[in-house]
């Protein structure tokens, strides 16, 4: 379910197409009683990843429609994951790069227009 095309989709209902690769899956889902579902994933200006999924029992269509309850949960997963960026929370924070001595030294002259060698 969470590939990296999935993450561009945005809005992924659960479905036997959703989880085609892994039916196992979807099937003991519903064998604990889990009839909807959706996950919400979305991609931070910093690449950082994330996703929000709710599910339910009910087959019933719930208070709102597909289309509010995409940009509901799009919302809520946004605040969240730029709650967790504004906290510095490892999960949402880019790794820190070290360089040697040697690369910053290279990467100084390359900004300056000169070249290492």
Known sequence: ??????FL??????NDKLFHDTPELWDGARDHGLRKGVTQCLTLP?????FLSVSGTSHSQGPFAED???MRLRTLTELS????LRL???MVMPPEMKFSRREL???KWTAEGKTSG
């Not at 379910?1 to 999935?6: A, I, Q, S, T, Y």
């Not at 994951?81 to 967790?84: K, M, P, Q, S, V």
């Open 1 to 6: 379910m969470l590939r990296k095309e999935n």
């Open 9 to 14: 989709r945005g809005h992924l209902p659960w």
């Open 46 to 50: 910093n690449h950082a990843q994330g």
């Open 68 to 70: 509010e309850l995409e």
């Open 81 to 84: 994951l730029l709650t967790l």
């Open 88 to 90: 510095e929370d490892e």
């Open 105 to 107: 030294e290279i990467l």
